[in-house]
């Protein structure tokens, strides 16, 4: 069938691609890539928005869990991100639903919370992402999530709803107040229907200068909790010593900031060294999460989703050597930060779409020198190399057709 299309494409739609003739027709209609046209667009919640998507026909669903990209052109300019379907899988109508939060300075996530409006068509690409529940089910679940980490363990939770499943579910967000979280009255109707599902919500936030005040715990609906402030004051293990060792140190520092510790999950979930639990948020978060599971040897019990790329601060007087952008004559001391980002830096605007490593549009060919994988730390010295700029870092002089 492609290779008929070929031939069509070839012999009789000059002078522009099949696609650009199919989607006159209709915009969701075309031969390789695939669109969505967006239907509903609610702003419920401050700070974001949720936009239910009609995918065209090649769409195959997702997995409660994953992402997909999806391209928005702005000022003629196509732009991807990452966005993880926020609904649950095997949705009947095959729609997907999107929540986007709004960063301060972002392009896309503002423009489409400002301007998305029912019609509008974006293109999609396939559900992708090895963070999705397994089968068989867990015996027992925690989900944990912070801001716009919401999305793909409320895709799980609400799959694990429809499913009827009868295992215990702590699912534990922080946001900055009760108006930021999305869908958040679902949240409450879930744990209202199902005795098996706890859910608590942190605001760290709301309640200034009483991080370690233990603000009173609030029960709402039956199943619901929710807490101003951070978690109770002292309690957390091993803070008590006069004199922690450095790794304690920090790893107190990452809970204090984040407002999450032992404490806090032994007292909602004690049962959850026997579960399997699933994590996105912010960096703080997802950091002190992992040390108390570091700490109590459960890291292979603990699944994570990344919405930005985490990685060690560089002091720019370790980093050597100068970065080249040969295609545009600009020359910059490396400071060690990843190319996409020193190209930023030297005024260049490089295409990029997840700056982690998944979508491949920062590509640009490296002509000399070593670079440094940040996720892998891999080195690679190969010359005449297309590399994606927003994982790899420069070690010592490097050109980059760019
Ligand atoms: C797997 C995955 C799933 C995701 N799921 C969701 C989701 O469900 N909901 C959601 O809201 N988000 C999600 N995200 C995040 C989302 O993909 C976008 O990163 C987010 O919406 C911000 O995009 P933006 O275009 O608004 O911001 P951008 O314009 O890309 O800016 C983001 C940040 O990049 C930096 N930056 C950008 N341009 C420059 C520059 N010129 N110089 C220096 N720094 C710069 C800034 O720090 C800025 O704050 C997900 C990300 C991943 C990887
Ligand atoms: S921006 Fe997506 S791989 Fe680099």
Sequence with gaps: M??????????????????RYLELVRPTLTRRSMRAKITHVRRSAVGSVTLTLEPARQWSGHVAGQYVQIGVVIDGVRHTRCYSPVNAEGR???HIELTVKAHPHGLVSNHLHENAIPGMVVDLEPAAGAFHLPEPRPEQIVLISGGSGI????????????EGYRGRILF??????????PHRQ?????????SNVRIEFRYPEAVRGQVWGGGALDSGPSGVGERSGGAEGGKNRDLGTANPPAAKRRANQAERDANFGYDELESLAPWFPSAQTYLCGPPGLMAAVRTVYEAEQLGDRLHSEEFTLTTAVVDPA????????????VVAENTGESLLEQAESAGLNPEYGCRMGI???????????????????????????????????PVGDVDLAL
């Design 2 to 19: 492609v290779g008929l299309l070929d031939l069509v494409q070839k012999t009789m739609t000059t002078p522009h691609p099949l696609d």
């Design 92 to 94: 009947r109508d095959r």
């Design 151 to 162: 999305t793909p363990v409320l895709s799980m939770l609400r799959t694990l709803a429809d």
């Design 172 to 181: 534990l967000h922080y946001n900055r107040s009760p108006e930021w979280v």
């Design 186 to 194: 679902e949240l409450e109707a879930i744990a209202m229907q199902h």
């Design 318 to 329: 370790d980093a050597e050597g100068k970065v080249t952008f040969s295609d545009s004559g």
């Design 359 to 393: 979508c491949f549009s920062c590509t640009a060919v490296k002509r000399s020198g070593c670079t440094r994988n940040l996720r892998t730390g891999q080195l690679d010295s190969d010359p005449d190399q297309p590399i994606q700029i927003c994982i790899n870092a």
